[in-house]
Structures are given as C-alpha cells and as structure tokens.
C-alpha cells in the first residue's frame, strides 16, 4: 500500500497543477505580460529589502526548529551553522519539490548522521519540525480567525458558505485556539502521551513547547512579510488580512501535494484579494517565489553538492589510508 502512495500522491499534486493552472489562466487572461512587469518595475528598492529582510526572518525561524528538534533529543553538540545550513537546504528543495514527494528526512539524514544520529532521533526530528509548522499555522489561524472573522468571507466561492460565516469562522478559530492552550497545559503537567491509532504525540519538556510557541509562528509571519512588503499601498488590505490569505493559500498548496503549490497558492491568494489590482498581486506573489523559493533552491543546490562532495572525498581519503585494495588499472589490449 505504501508503495502505491508514493505514485498516487505525486500524480495527484501534477492533476492540481493542471486544474489550478487552468482556473488561473481564466482568472488572469486579460493581464498582459506588459502589466506584470510593469508592477514589478513600480515595487521600490525599499519594498525589495524588506521583502528580503522577510525571506531571512522565515528560514532563520525555519533553523529554530531544528534547534528545538535537536534539545528536544538532548543533542548539544552540532553547532549553529551547521544547523542552520541543513534546515535552510532541507526546506529549500522539500519547498519546490512538494513536501509529499521530498520531505526532507533524506538530506537531514544525510547530514545529521555525519554528527552521530541515529535512524531514529532523525525521524524524531523530521516529525518534531513538522509538528512545529503545523503549530504555527494552528496559533495563527486561531488568533486570525478569533480577532478578524470577517477575513473568511473573501474566500467565497472557493469554500462552503458555512465556512466563510463569520460566526462559524470564530468558533473554529477558538477551537484552534484551544488546541494550542491543550497542548501547552499538556507539556507544563507532564500529561501521558497521545495516541491515537499509528500516531503518537509525545508533550515535550515545558522549555522545548515555550520555543516551539514562539518559533512556530514567526516562519510564517515572516513568509507572509515577503509578499506584504511587495504589494502597492492603493489596494493593500493590511498586514493581518494577507497573513490570513497566506495561510489558507500556503495550506491548501501543501495540502494539494502541487510541487511548489504552484498554481493552487496563487488561484486562492489572488481570488481572496479582490481589491488590489490582480497584475500586482502577481508580481508580488512572483517576487515570493523568487525569494522565498528559488534564490533558496539554487543556493540549496550547492550546499547538496558540496556536502556530497566533501562527503565523497573524505571517504576516499579514509579508504586509502586503511590501504584497502583498489581496483587494478586496465591492462594493455
């Protein structure tokens, strides 16, 4: 069965690339490629710097996890660079290549087994990141959904409209809410673990959950920033309405096992923001993706290639140092 999904999912992401990229073309067909360069033209060098200032916010968050992950398992020892440059690779390629295909667990062994970890605390590790993600998008959902209901009623059309009722919106914000303040209580009080058929939620220690309850957020108000800052003044809704866009756009992406969400991000964010001109909104979503996205993916690039590198050269130099035999040269003829 496992075996199956690993072909289902990646068919089911390229079958919404597909469908998404359609219902977009319809949504965009009457902007010319003229519009969106000259949107991109009308963003500020300023505008630029903020939105890169974003970019190192949310893949800096992005290493605190990692961190978090690693004192979770009592391991000290890996130093901050380190950390940080496999947390910024891990999410570099696992981010355009789909977490459904690539998850990040194969570079994190990778790397994490050269410093002494076993199978098993990396996938403690993998599995502690990604709860700490879907934390953060709890938290903020919540306090999103809590303190602006109304936000929901821009995705009509795309949601049922019980969901988009303010009321209904607020209720489901508290109850995330709740969910965060069960988990918090259960760290502080040492509750058992939860489980729940193959899953198994283990309370950290108080220390890890307080890291986890600051970090968790901060990636994604810092993703949010990227495409904040790039957005023009005539149009722009405020900070608060493009975190709430971001995240259902950037869920229903992951959700939608898309590589990249490319094509389910921009369909939703686009159509939930109807009063800013749509040829700006692009180029701000296009500016994310080049911060957010690519500039990482080709740094991510040579950070494989070179850890590999170093890897295999290292390997080399243990092998002829224990004078193990190598292959004997090709002889005459």
């Not at 949107?39 to 916010?57: K, R």
């Not at 990636?219 to 259902?248: D, H, Q």
């Not at 991000?265 to 911060?291: C, G, N, S, W």
């Amino acid at each position: 069965m496992k075996s199956k999904l690993e072909y289902v999912w990646p068919v089911i992401g390229l079958l919404a690339v597909v469908f998404s990229g359609w219902l977009l073309f319809k949504e965009m067909r009457a902007i010319s490629a003229r519009d969106i360069v000259a949107s991109l033209e009308a963003i500020t060098p300023t505008q630029y710097l903020l939105a890169a200032l974003s970019t190192l916010v949310a893949y800096a968050a992005l290493a605190w996890y990692d961190r978090i992950a690693l004192l979770h398992l009592g391991v000290r020892h890996i130093s901050w660079v380190f950390v940080a440059m496999c947390s910024f690779t891990t999410y570099a390629l696992s981010h355009n290549i789909g977490a459904s295909v690539f998850s990040g667990a194969m570079v994190r062994y990778r790397a994490y087994s050269s410093k002494g970890l076993s199978t098993g605390q990396v996938a403690v590790l993998v599995a502690l990141c990604s709860f700490t993600f879907g934390l953060g998008t709890i938290l903020l959902g919540g306090l999103v959904l809590t303190l602006e209901p109304q936000v929901m009623a821009r995705l009509d059309g795309l949601l049922p409209d019980f969901l988009t009722n303010a009321t209904t919106a607020r209720l489901i914000g508290l109850g995330l809410l709740g969910f965060v303040a069960l988990y918090t209580i259960g760290s502080i009080l040492g509750f058992k673990p939860l489980v729940i058929r193959t899953f198994r939620l283990e309370y950290p220690r108080p220390g890890i959950a307080l890291r986890q309850l600051f970090a968790a957020p901060l990636e994604l108000l810092g993703a949010a920033g990227i495409i904040y800052f790039a957005l023009p003044e005539a149009g722009n809704p405020g900070y608060w309405v493009v975190l709430a866009v971001f995240l259902a756009s950037f869920s229903a992406a992951l959700i939608s096992h898309a590589p990249g969400g490319l094509g389910v991000f921009e369909l939703i964010f686009i159509t939930a923001m109807p009063d800013a001109p749509k040829a700006q909104v692009l180029a701000a979503l296009l500016i994310f993706r080049l911060f957010y996205l690519l500039i990482p993916l080709a740094f991510g690039l040579v950070v494989v290639l070179s850890f590999e590198r170093n890897r295999l050269a290292k390997a080399l130099r243990e092998n002829v140092g224990t004078g193990a035999p190598q292959p004997p040269a090709p002889g005459p003829g």
